[in-house]
Nanobody, 116 residues
């Protein structure tokens, strides 16, 4: 079992930046693929970015590709999401996830609110 805890959310003005952190605990001996997702009220969960086990490959949807950066620090059992040039449409609960071929483990989420 892997437990994930997100932090770093909050209120930010449009155009600002935010770095979210996700710390893993429990069975972290195996290295997992890590991902970030978000869900806004009334909308479906959306993939924001991911990083593979080795950290050598990252993946982003076109909607955030130029503004999001995912990184990991396995020594700290942590993965990060840096979002730049935030827009009100980025307001959502952000979740990190871990897994192999699928994301098996999920955090509780952290709220990000972007004011215009």
């Amino acid at each position: 079992q892997v437990h994930l805890a997100e932090s770093g959310g909050g209120l930010v003005r449009a155009g600002g930046s935010l770095r979210l952190s996700c710390t893993a605990s429990g069975r972290t001996g195996s290295t997992y693929n890590m991902g970030w997702f978000r869900q806004a009220p009334g909308k479906e969960r959306q993939f924001v970015g991911g990083i593979n086990r080795s950290g050598r490959a990252t993946y982003y949807p076109d909607s955030v590709k130029e503004r999001a950066t995912v990184s990991r620090d396995d020594a700290k059992n942590a993965v990060y999401l840096l979002m730049n040039n935030l827009e009100p449409e980025d307001t959502a609960v952000y979740y990190c996830a871990a897994g192999g071929t699928t994301y098996e483990y999920w955090g509780q989420g952290t709220q990000v609110t972007v004011s215009s």
